[in-house]
């Protein structure tokens, strides 16, 4: 595949606030650590403290990967132990458990985090650097992970689930397992797929594993370290943050004085945090504390704490204390010896609003990194864009917009009428000189008059377009066919359309691909189009 790029901010489909830290743009200095370039890492590198325990660190991941018997763990397992060293540091990205790997995101966030890893080894030679998917093991939001979109179908798996999503046994996933499989067909590298898959969710009994399993068999041969932080062992070491946190609600009094801050330069805040920041986690359970008459309370159960029971419970069973999307941050941090954080826009600015967070708890803010985003053009679709003189960025254009423009430009008329309004203006100007030396109070009668000329002109060039659209309608088609296939549900192709079937027509070659074009550095949006 070819690669070209535009900019994000050309695409149209990115907050202004990612634009801005992108573009370093001053008012945003003060919420995020280092530059998200070689020379802020070596800035970072110079004050670098680890927290993490690397030997839990090592022996919980071996645990975990034991679950895997297979060839390609060989290269994680190397990366595991190479943790155990204070010269390696992790590259993280998280996600959630989203079924057979979710829209092609899930997989680009991986792949940025791949790419960075290998950019940063060769700027820094003397360190070592893993890249690490963070499985959001303990995120129970079952509604958000149950389906996928592929080849325009929803693969659903219907079943009613509660508490942590990488507790759910996958046994009830076949007819989700089988539709997908359907839809991958038999071509190409259809098999290959459909037996991870098949082996990812038969055999295992956590969705957790069965997520290990098919990402390792993706990625594990460059290197790519996967982490359950449902562990309480990692639990263990965050336990002092957390009881201080839910006792004292630092986090709330921090993110909440930040947001303040962000609100004023026009942020728009994407998390709000609670006064507690934790949820009660069990079999089939996870549920928030709140503090109420005194008691800590663990909503839709019976369960409650006083104080002493409550940091009793927390020292004992650290494990059942899970950390919601504002806290989960630090917990990630105080586990991995991380330098930077792989997300997509929404979460680079949420990561904005925690850093005085942080700062309370003396631990090191990692560089933020935007994913790498892409669009994939199959070679049917890249001919049809060539044929109609269609550029990268028109693509992202909406789709009367990119129609019109293509009439002006490939008419055999001039459907412009701006040089006729330019005379009829100039004419204006003489009639409104004329008014005012007859009776000064006619100007504003003259500029309405004006007005609406000027508006009766547009809609008459507006109807000179949709007269010449009726000519080119066989053209037009092509470019909603693109426009559809491309941009489905005229969103990002990245947010719906799973990996699968760009993997049953090139195979390995495809994340190959992705990992050889993708500049994270670079922060552009790569154009990806088959010869």
């Known amino acids: 595949m070819e690669a070209s790029c ?62 895997i018997e297979k060839e390609s763990n060989a290269f994680p397992l190397k990366m595991i132990n190479s943790l155990a060293d204070d010269n390696t540091y992790t590259v993280t990205t998280g996600h959630q458990l989203n079924i057979f790997a979710g829209p092609l995101y899930f997989i680009y966030k991986i792949v940025t985090a791949i790419k960075l890893a290998r950019q940063l080894k060769t700027a820094f030679p003397d360190k070592n650097f893993v890249p690490v998917y963070w499985m959001a093991s303990e995120d129970h939001d079952f509604a958000e992970i149950n389906y996928t979109d592929i080849g325009g179908k929803k693969v659903h798996w219907w ?70 932080a449902d562990d309480n062992r990692f639990k263990a070491q965050f336990s002092p943050i957390m009881a201080e946190d839910i006792t004292e609600q630092q986090s709330f009094k921090h993110i909440s004085a930040t947001n303040h801050l962000l609100e004023k330069i026009g942020v728009h ?38 104080k002493d029971e409550l940091l009793k419970e927390i020292k004992e069973f650290p494990e059942r204390f ?24 929404a979460e680079v600015v949420y990561w904005l609003e925690l850093k005085s967070n942080f700062e309370h708890y003396k631990v090191d803010f990692p560089i933020l990194i935007l994913r790498n985003s892409g669009l994939v053009i199959r070679k049917e679709y ?4 060539s044929r109609m003189g269609l550029k990268g960025a028109d693509l992202f254009k909406k789709t009367d917009i990119i129609k019109n423009d293509w009439v002006r430009n490939h008419s055999e008329h001039n459907l412009s009428l701006n040089e006729e309004l330019r005379e009829l203006n100039a004419i204006f100007e003489k009639i409104k000189l004329r008014a005012h030396k007859v009776d000064p109070t006619l100007g504003p009668s003259a ?24 000519n080119y309608h066989t053209r037009l088609e092509q470019i909603d066919q693109i426009k559809s296939d491309l ?30 074009k993708f500049e994270p550095l670079d922060f552009k949006f790569t154009l990806l189009t088959e010869k």
């Open 382 to 385: 890249a001919a049809k864009i």
């Open 6 to 67: 535009i900019s994000y901010k050309e695409t149209g489909y990115f907050s202004q606030t990612v634009i801005d830290y992108l573009d370093n743009v001053p008012e945003l200095r003060s919420f995020y650590s280092y530059r998200p370039n070689l020379e802020g890492f070596a800035e970072l590198f110079k004050h670098k403290k680890v927290v993490a325990d690397r030997k839990v660190l090592v022996k919980v991941l071996l645990e975990q990967y034991a679950h």
């Open 269 to 306: 805040i994407q998390v709000n945090p609670r006064e507690i920041n934790f949820f009660y986690l069990q079999e089939h359970l996870r549920e928030r504390i709140v503090y109420e008459d005194d008691r800590y309370k663990v909503l839709n159960s019976d369960i409650s704490f006083s």
């Open 322 to 345: 899970s950390p919601n999307v504002v806290m989960r941050p630090l917990y990630q941090e105080c586990i991995l010896p991380n330098i930077a954080y792989v997300g997509g826009g």
């Open 447 to 470: 500029e309405a008059v004006q007005a609406r000329l000027k508006k009766a002109i547009d809609n008459l060039e507006k109807k000179l377009v949709k007269a010449e659209k009726v």
């Open 487 to 516: 941009f489905p549900k005229d969103s990002l192709q990245e947010r719906s359309e799973n990996f699968g079937l760009f993997y049953v027509k090139w195979g390995q070659f495809f994340i190959d691909n992705l990992v050889q």
């Open 159 to 228: 079943y009613e689930a509660s508490g942590a999503t990488g507790r759910i046994n996958p046994e009830t996933i076949r007819q989700a397992l089988n539709q997908y499989k359907g839809v991958l067909g038999m071509e190409h590298h259809a098999p290959e797929l459909a037996a991870i898959v098949e082996s990812a969710y038969t055999k295992f009994d956590k969705l957790a594993d069965a997520t290990r399993y098919m990402v390792d068999a993706l990625f594990g041969r460059y290197g790519l370290v996967i982490i359950d």
